[in-house]
C-alpha cells in the first residue's frame, strides 16, 4: 500500500534523536514535513538532512515542523545528528512498519541484485493530518527548496 496525496497520514510512534519520540498524535494541529531517507551519515541523506536544517528557520516562521525517519538503529542516528548538529527529529523506523505504511519500504536493485530498501520520499502533513504532498524517489538537490514552497502555499 502506498499513500497518496489527500489521504489521512498513517499514524506512528518512534523514538528519535534526543531522546524524544515523534508521532501523529504529537504532531496533532500543526502541519508538518515526514522525510524517509536510507542510512544516517551517507553522501545524499547528509546533504538531504543538511538542506532541512538550513530550511528549519523558515520552515518555523511559516510553523513547521520536520521529522526524518530512517531504518537506522537509535546510535547511529545520534551520531549523525550530533555530527551535523541536526536540531529536528531523527526517528528510528527498525522494523519498517511505518516506512511499509507510507508505501516507502521498496524492492530495489544494485548491480543486479534485489533487495528490499528505503526509498526516499517526502510528505508534507497539513494540520488536519493530511497528507497534501509526496514526493516519491526524491533527488536531493534543491529538494528542501521544493518542499519549503508547497509548505508556504499551506494555509
Not at 489521512?8 to 519520540?21: E, K, Q, Y
Not at 531523527?90 to 544494485?110: F, I, N, P, Q, R
Request: with cysteine.
Amino acid at each position: 500500500m502506498s499513500v497518496q496525496e489527500g489521504d489521512v497520514a498513517p499514524d506512528f510512534s518512534l523514538p528519535a534523536s534526543g531522546g524524544r519520540t515523534v508521532g501523529l498524535a504529537g504532531m496533532k494541529g500543526r502541519p508538518f514535513v515526514l522525510y524517509f531517507y536510507p542510512k544516517a551519515d551517507t553522501p545524499g541523506c547528509t546533504k538531504e538532512a543538511c538542506a532541512f536544517q538550513e530550511a528549519l528557520p523558515q520552515l518555523g516562521k511559516i510553523g513547521i515542523d520536520v521529522i526524518g525517519v530512517s531504518p537506522d538503529k537509535m546510535k547511529p542516528i545520534e551520531k549523525f545528528a550530533e555530527k551535523y548538529q541536526l536540531t529536528f527529529p531523527l526517528a528510528s523506523d527498525e522494523t519498517h512498519a511505518v516506512a511499509e505504511k507510507y508505501g516507502t519500504w521498496v524492492e530495489k536493485s544494485m548491480y543486479g541484485r534485489k533487495y528490499m530498501g528505503m526509498e526516499r520520499s517526502t510528505f508534507l502533513i497539513d494540520r488536519n493530518g493530511k497528507v497534501v504532498k509526496a514526493w516519491r524517489k526524491v533527488s536531493v538537490t534543491g529538494h528542501a527548496a521544493t518542499v519549503m514552497e508547497a509548505a508556504a502555499a499551506l494555509k
